[in-house]
């Protein structure tokens, strides 16, 4: 007889992220531990994870071009982004909630605090998010986001981006990134992607064009995948509980 | 070097949320009405069971000076020791009640941050253990290029507290304090104290979970 039970997560692999202490992005400075992270042989508490279901979205939740349209769209390139969310084991993630943030067109955030001088878009509120269905495929619909400038040195340029979050089956698969766009060129130069270590790795977080999906006479297309991290098969025993 | 090894694909790099994640995560706090439904710091309805508890803190960086931009997420077991989750496998009655999650952002101007939430059960450990009460509590900022996981343990629960298995874990006896949230009673509400020093003295313990 063979059956898959599930253990705990694979421990992480701390070389696929950047380290908390990365002084090419300033911030990070005063915002580092010092001590090492204690590992802890994960429980209950870290397999485990909230569940959200699909009736608590809005039909528009997941569409940024008119969830906060007002008296009309938002300026910029209308662009759909699609993907599969799958763990490391290449299982899909079902069910994942996914959260995208990101500047308009002009590279300004709709937030209290950004003071840049970019205009803001009346019709563009930069917010969305989605469940990922029984294949980890999700899709949303925006306006591609614009470059902006920020203080780390005095003539700093983020490449476009949009951010984004996953809250999924277990607590250890917890993440919060960004993913950027191909082709863009100030990506190489961009002191936050360098924190990562691998260039394999910061590769895995630019989304690709696609133009098979582009929409005629609409949207283009992008594809950008995602990986969690996935749970051991526990053979002989499930200590876990 | 040149094995055939399976090759496992890599977890998505983290970067840092930034300073406007509140636009995504938290949209009202953004003054953004966008959505129907808003997540938010509290966990408690009328028919929760377990008792009230508020838990509040602030998060300092490595000048002592508080985060003003910081996003805190929590995750526990409800009243009786049951997450309210399908990896759950311990077959106890879960309080329908109970999502067992939040998420709150620090205070723009004072770097506060609370949830209204209930003191938890215990939860099983491994290898037959049992785990003190405890909250997982996370925290993503700019500057912050992975999610900080900690844990909030109780000072009220003293005894559990010197068997939990990850706090017994923690080598550095006084660093154990560190996750030890202080209890006060404050106009009749149940009030845990839970300050995050992410660098310098008392600088609180991160888990690598």
């Given at each position: 007889?063979?059956?898959?039970?599930?253990?705990?997560?694979?421990?992480?692999?701390?070389?696929?992220?950047?380290?908390?202490?990365a002084?090419?992005?300033?911030?990070?400075?005063?915002?580092?531990?010092?001590?090492?992270?204690?590992?802890?042989?994960?429980?209950?508490?870290?397999?485990?994870?909230?569940?959200?279901?699909?009736?608590?979205?809005?039909?528009?939740?997941?569409?940024?071009?008119?969830?906060?349209?007002?008296?009309?769209?938002?300026?910029?390139?209308?662009?759909?982004v699609?993907?599969?969310?799958?763990?490391?084991?290449?299982?899909?993630?079902?069910n994942?909630?996914?959260?995208?943030?990101?500047?308009?067109?002009?590279?300004?955030?709709?937030?209290?605090?950004?003071?840049?001088?970019?205009?803001?878009?009346?019709?563009?509120?930069?917010?969305?998010?989605?469940?990922?269905?029984?294949?980890?495929?999700?899709v949303?619909?925006?306006?591609?986001?614009?470059?902006?400038?920020?203080?780390?040195?005095?003539?700093?340029?983020?490449?476009?981006?949009?951010?984004?979050?996953?809250?999924?089956?277990?607590?250890?698969?917890?993440?919060?990134?960004?993913?950027?766009?191909?082709?863009?060129?100030?990506?190489?130069?961009?002191?936050?992607?360098?924190?990562?270590?691998?260039?394999?790795?910061?590769?895995?977080l630019?989304?690709?064009?696609?133009?098979?999906?582009?929409?005629?006479?609409?949207?283009?297309?992008?594809?950008?995948?995602?990986?969690?991290?996935?749970?051991?098969?526990?053979?002989?025993?499930?200590?876990?509980? | 070097?040149?094995?055939?090894?399976?090759?496992?694909?890599?977890?998505?790099?983290?970067?840092?949320?930034?300073?406007?994640?509140?636009?995504?995560?938290?949209?009202?706090?953004?003054?953004?009405?966008?959505?129907?439904?808003?997540?938010?710091?509290?966990?408690?309805k009328?028919n929760?069971?377990?008792?009230?508890?508020?838990?509040?803190?602030?998060?300092?960086?490595?000048?002592?000076?508080?985060?003003?931009?910081?996003?805190?997420?929590?995750?526990?077991?409800?009243?009786?020791?049951?997450?309210?989750?399908?990896?759950?496998?311990?077959?106890?009655?879960?309080?329908?009640?109970?999502?067992?999650?939040?998420?709150?952002?620090?205070?723009?101007?004072?770097?506060?941050?609370?949830?209204?939430?209930?003191?938890?059960?215990?939860?099983?450990?491994?290898?037959?253990?049992?785990?003190?009460?405890?909250?997982?509590?996370?925290?993503?900022?700019r500057?912050?290029?992975?999610?900080?996981?900690?844990?909030?343990?109780?000072?009220?629960?003293?005894?559990?507290?010197?068997?939990?298995?990850?706090?017994?874990?923690?080598?550095?006896?006084?660093?154990?304090q560190?996750?030890?949230?202080?209890?006060?009673?404050?106009?009749?509400?149940?009030?845990?104290?839970?300050?995050?020093?992410?660098?310098?003295?008392?600088?609180?313990?991160?888990?690598?979970?």
């Open positions: 007889m063979s059956q898959l039970i599930l253990g705990a997560y694979a421990q992480r692999n701390t070389d696929d992220h950047p380290p908390a202490y002084p090419g992005y300033k911030t990070s400075v005063l915002r580092s531990p010092k001590n090492a992270l204690i590992s802890i042989a994960e429980t209950l508490t870290e397999v485990t994870a909230p569940h959200f279901s699909a009736d608590q979205f809005g039909p528009k939740d997941n569409d940024l071009i008119l969830n906060y349209a007002k008296e009309g769209l938002p300026i910029g390139e209308r662009i759909i699609h993907g599969y969310v799958r763990d490391q084991f290449g299982r899909p993630v079902k994942a909630l996914l959260e995208v943030w990101q500047a308009n067109a002009s590279g300004r955030y709709r937030h209290p605090n950004d003071q840049f001088i970019g205009a803001m878009d009346p019709n563009f509120g930069g917010c969305g998010r989605m469940m990922t269905d029984a294949n980890g495929y999700f949303f619909r925006t306006i591609k986001p614009g470059p902006y400038p920020w203080r780390n040195r005095i003539n700093e340029w983020r490449p476009a981006h949009i951010h984004f979050s996953l809250l999924a089956d277990g607590w250890a698969q917890r993440l919060i990134s960004q993913f950027y766009f191909e082709g863009d060129t100030l990506i190489d130069s961009c002191p936050i992607i360098k924190t990562i270590p691998s260039e394999q790795q910061r590769r895995a630019i989304a690709l064009e696609d133009k098979s999906n582009f929409i005629e006479a609409d949207s283009r297309c992008y594809r950008f995948d995602i990986t969690l991290r996935g749970r051991r098969a526990t053979y002989f025993e499930n200590d876990l509980t | 070097m040149n094995h055939w090894n399976f090759q496992e694909l890599h977890e998505t790099p983290s970067q840092t949320g930034g300073p406007y994640v509140h636009i995504g995560l938290l949209p009202q706090q953004a003054n953004i009405e966008v959505f129907e439904n808003n997540f938010n710091n509290q966990l408690v009328e929760t069971l377990g008792e009230r508890i508020r838990l509040e803190g602030q998060v300092f960086d490595g000048l002592g000076l508080p985060l003003r931009d910081v996003l805190i997420e929590i995750w526990q077991a409800d009243a009786n020791g049951v997450y309210p989750s399908a990896a759950d496998m311990q077959g106890k009655a879960v309080d329908p009640n109970f999502l067992g999650w939040g998420r709150t952002g620090a205070d723009f101007e004072t770097g506060f941050w609370s949830f209204n939430t209930i003191k938890p059960g215990s939860v099983p450990g491994r290898k037959g253990t049992t785990q003190a009460p405890h909250i997982a509590l996370i925290i993503f900022a500057g912050i290029n992975i999610g900080l996981n900690t844990r909030v343990y109780f000072e009220d629960e003293a005894e559990a507290n010197a068997q939990d298995p990850v706090l017994k874990g923690i080598e550095w006896a006084p660093r154990r560190t996750l030890i949230a202080k209890r006060e009673e404050r106009d009749g509400e149940v009030v845990y104290r839970f300050d995050i020093r992410i660098q310098g003295e008392d600088e609180t313990v991160f888990l690598d979970i």
